[in-house]
RNA sequence: GCCCCCGUAGCUCAAUGGAUCAGAGCACGCGCCUUCUAAGCGCGACAUCCAGGUUCGAUUCCUGGCGGGGGCACCA
């Protein structure tokens, strides 16, 4: 808390020193954490930006506005510092104070933070019910699920939807795939269609069919199969810890009569046109699009491609109100990208409205050996069974530390081990071992359990180890408004990471129950509550679990 | 051929254009368990693919290479 309401104090201040010496100050005020051999807690790399065009020597500039700043109330010392910052030193009865926020009222901040209170909806995994939910789909879980989680703690109002294409013609020949698997197990000469779903999960399905099954046809068996896979797609979700508020089927935009009411809205706005006999949005040339060409919308045939009803769908989610509309794709789904936008922008939306969150593809080894995934195959590895293996804890942790734009390593044998080389336990173990210190602290008599936590007192905890998660504490709001700026909470999993290492110092240095002094003591319990409470708020905006014993 | 992503320590990854110290974890070397969990801590080694450019300042931005991954349907 204390940093983010600590940046609109320094940047009002500063915006008033820029104004009074008539200095360029840049748009974006943005703090720095400073660097491990400069002893502040904030540093503003300002003066170095508005020195050039002010013309003026970026050291002056840094001495003046340090000297402005440090009648900041919160602020303890500000000083310049070659080539050109200003460091901060933060009072402690400050940081103290924001210890006491986290951990008395930890859904407190948020609500006044900086930002819209825009409608979101993001959407993410949607796959095909036409096979299990593979491992690239936990990636785009973990995204999406902590994205929502992190945005309505950050005062948002943001929704979760998973779009299922039950429609069209792919029914059909999961039908006939199916079909073909359960006339086999019956000793029937049967194929499954060369295009169609080879995996062998259709097999295990088909002998899961009742009796009447035998006389079905290719829809009605593409219906039972696809309804058995979307209801495994809900429990792996469930079981990931996923929550959507809304499956969207493909199928209740067709009977709602959306799909040809978005052709005719688009014909309207005079962005479609015929030709070879098909229809088309003039994807090309439509306002800032980076589309490399137009896009049949109905085929000569005259059925509608998929891109129309995925129009449609988009064209729903702003009709419901949604002002921010945000889509996690998997790598091999970014070329659809340019031509979402392109029809963004054909609906007559603000393309900036509109963001699409790529993430790269998860390379997947067992020890030494790659292994290819591929659904037509049906050699994928299912969520479900890396869940089954590491955990969701560890597989949700280690999605979420990776950046979307890298490509991620994920070695099966390495993450079974379950030893410290998963990153989740280093920060899991912190939370245990702060559960254990309270269990001696109630055990000495020198807390009541679930009693109000006071502030600490400001003339203890001065400590380096101390000093350091108290500084770390107080950034967090801050890594939260980073993941939503970055869309991706990995700068959290992260942070959780760079916290954990903070404490195990502490904690080998700093006694808590057994301080010599009874104060000194009490204080640490309460910079431990609000670690611990740092730790469960962002691994569950993580959605993995923080145990009291490991 | 065109488009997208990546290239940082032995390995897996961080770092809104900022600091003579580019951070973590694992692995490696040396220490540390009569005291709140050694799944830990301290210390030590080890890195920005190459070449230009922009800038006071580049891992970050631009151009061109090199290397790896993915995508380019009137399929879904």
Redesign the pocket.
Same mark, same amino acid.
């Given at each position: 808390m204390i940093v983010a309401a600590l940046r609109k104090k320094l940047a009002y201040e500063a915006r008033k020193w820029a104004e009074a010496g008539s200095v360029p100050l840049p748009e974006?005020l943005?703090l !720095?954490a400073?660097?491990?051999? =400069?002893k502040a807690d904030i #540093?503003l790399?300002w003066p170095?930006?508005a020195a050039?065009a002010a013309k003026k020597n970026p050291v002056e500039l840094a001495k003046s506005l340090a000297e402005h700043l440090s009648k900041v109330p919160e602020v303890e010392s500000a000083q310049a510092?070659p080539?050109?910052?200003v !460091?901060i030193v933060v009072k402690q009865t400050a940081l103290c104070a924001n210890l006491k926020a986290i951990t008395l009222a930890p859904k407190s901040y948020g609500a006044d933070e900086d930002g819209p209170k825009t409608k979101v909806l993001v959407e993410f995994v949607s796959a !095909?019910p036409t096979g299990p939910l593979h491992m690239a789909s936990g990636r785009g879980a973990t995204l999406g699920d902590s994205l929502v989680r992190i945005m309505r703690r950050l005062g948002r109002q943001a929704s979760a939807e998973y779009y299922v294409?039950d429609a069209?013609?792919?029914v059909v020949l999961l039908g006939e795939s199916i079909k073909a698997r359960y006339l086999q197990a019956k000793g029937q000469e049967a194929a499954v269609p060369e295009k169609g779903y080879q995996g062998e999960y259709l097999a295990d399905l088909a002998a899961l069919a009742p009796p009447e099954a035998a006389g079905w046809d290719a829809e009605k068996w593409g219906r039972y199969a696809m309804d058995a896979l979307l209801s495994s797609h809900r429990d792996d979700m469930k079981v990931f810890g996923v929550h959507f508020d809304r499956w969207y089927l493909e199928s209740e935009l067709f009977a709602s009569g959306a799909v040809p009411k978005t052709l005719e809205y688009l014909k309207g706005r005079g962005m479609v046109f015929e030709?070879?006999?098909?229809v088309w949005l003039g994807t090309l040339n439509a306002e800032g699009s980076t589309d490399?060409k137009d896009r =049949?919308l109905v085929? $000569?045939?005259g059925k509608p491609?998929?891109f129309l009803p995925d129009i449609a769908y988009h064209k729903d989610k702003y009709d419901r109100g949604f002002e921010r509309v945000i889509d996690v794709f998997g790598?091999?789904?970014?070329?659809?990208v340019p031509r979402m936008k392109a029809a963004i922008a054909a609906l007559g939306k603000p393309p900036e409205s509109y963001h699409a969150i =790529?993430h790269?593809?998860i390379h997947l080894y067992r020890g030494q050996e790659a292994v290819k995934m591929s659904k037509r195959a049906g050699t994928f590895i299912p969520l479900r069974e890396l869940i089954d293996e590491v955990g969701k804890d560890a597989c949700r942790f280690f999605f979420a530390? $990776?950046?979307p734009? #890298?490509?991620? !390593?994920f070695d099966l044998e390495l993450a079974k081990r379950?030893s #410290?080389?998963n990153?989740v336990?280093?920060v899991q173990?912190v939370h245990?071992?702060i559960? #254990?210190?309270f269990r001696?602290a109630a055990e000495a008599g020198l807390c009541a359990p679930g009693g109000e936590m006071p502030m600490p007192n400001a003339r203890y905890l001065r400590d380096p180890e101390e000093r350091a998660l108290l500084n770390k504490l107080a950034w967090l709001p801050d890594v939260l408004l980073d993941c939503e700026r970055l869309l991706s909470p990995?700068?959290l999993a992260?942070y959780l990471?760079?916290l954990a290492?903070l404490f195990?110092?502490f904690?080998?240095k700093?006694?808590? =129950?057994?301080a010599s002094d009874p104060e000194q003591g009490k204080a640490r319990l309460l910079l431990i509550a609000g670690v611990r409470d740092a730790i469960r708020e962002g691994l569950d905006l993580l959605g993995v679990s923080a145990p009291e014993?490991?």
């Open positions: 974006n943005a !720095n400073p660097p491990a051999h =400069v #540093s790399p170095l930006a050039k510092a080539p050109g910052f !460091n !095909n294409n069209g013609a792919r030709k070879d006999g098909a490399d =049949v085929k $000569r045939d491609t998929y790598a091999d789904h970014h070329g659809y =790529v790269q593809l530390l $990776r950046t734009d #890298s490509h991620l !390593n379950q #410290s080389e990153p336990f280093y173990y245990a071992r559960g #254990s210190i001696k990995h700068p992260n990471m760079e290492g195990h110092p904690y080998e700093c006694p808590v =129950v057994a014993q490991m």
